[in-house]
T-cell receptor, first 110, second 116 residues
Framework: RKEVEQDPGPFNVPEGATVAFNCTYSNSASQSFFWYRQDCRKEPKLLMSVYSSGNEDGRFTAQLNRASQYISLLIRDSKLSDSATYLCVVNDVGNEKLTFGTGTRLTIIP | GAGVSQSPRYKVAKRGQDVALRCDPISGHVSLFWYQQALGQGPEFLTYFQNEAQLDKSGLPSDRFFAERPEGSVSTLKIQRTQQEDSAVYLC??????????????FGAGTRLSVL
């Protein structure tokens, strides 16, 4: 079983719609959680960190459920520029390395 | 301000050839990481440095892979006797490496290695 699991998609969503991704992680000792965005043939870039209380950044909302070991990302009022691969990322206690999911590919359709 | 810089951006190697990939981290960043990203997959950890010390090399797939950061700044990932399965994008990342802090990793654009 992979340490971080995501639905690879693709998700094809009309512009303006709301889309949600989930991700599960296997290590209950994981301490830090992130969503990174990766455009085609580009490097991953941090979209947002995920906090236990949930956090929002404009149209993006991230939630963490430690009991169920899953992380979610909600994108409201989707834009064409949101088309990318979204990577769920976990960091374990006492270890700086990041563990990535396979990524979920999102395409926003005009 | 300069981000993480990697060179070359693209490398084509013949099977059996040795290659060296360079990473120049963000100035002042203590921690440096190498990841390997195969097509359609997320990045996978290879190795990690804190200054010049290689603290974790558990992700290196074989003894053909070697990384160094001799002066605690620029790092080189060397792959000896390349094989076709080594074809991937090699990503370098750096972070401040603050003890107990939330250390965000910033990635370079990567080196796309194709082994023929």
């Amino acid at each position: 079983r992979k340490e971080v699991e995501q639905d690879p998609g693709p998700f094809n969503v009309p512009e303006g719609a709301t889309v949600a991704f989930n991700c599960t992680y296997s290590n209950s000792a994981s301490q830090s959680f992130f969503w990174y965005r990766q455009d085609c043939r580009k490097e991953p870039k941090l979209l947002m960190s995920v906090y236990s209380s949930g956090n929002e950044d404009g149209r993006f909302t991230a939630q963490l459920n430690r009991a169920s070991q899953y992380i979610s990302l909600l994108i409201r009022d989707s834009k064409l520029s949101d088309s990318a691969t979204y990577l769920c990322v976990v960091n374990d206690v006492g270890n700086e390395k990041l563990t990535f999911g396979t990524g979920t590919r999102l395409t926003i359709i005009p | 301000g300069a981000g993480v810089s990697q060179s070359p951006r693209y490398k084509v190697a013949k099977r059996g050839q040795d290659v060296a990939l360079r990473c120049d981290p963000i100035s002042g960043h203590v921690s440096l990481f190498w990841y390997q990203q195969a097509l359609g997959q997320g990045p996978e950890f290879l190795t990690y440095f804190q200054n010049e010390a290689q603290l974790d090399k558990s992700g290196l797939p074989s003894d053909r892979f070697f990384a160094e950061r001799p002066e605690g700044s620029v790092s080189t990932l060397k792959i000896q006797r390349t094989q076709q399965e080594d074809s991937a994008v090699y990503l370098c990342a750096s972070s401040l490496g603050l003890a107990g802090g939330l250390n965000i990793q910033y990635f370079g654009a990567g080196t796309r290695l194709s082994v023929l």
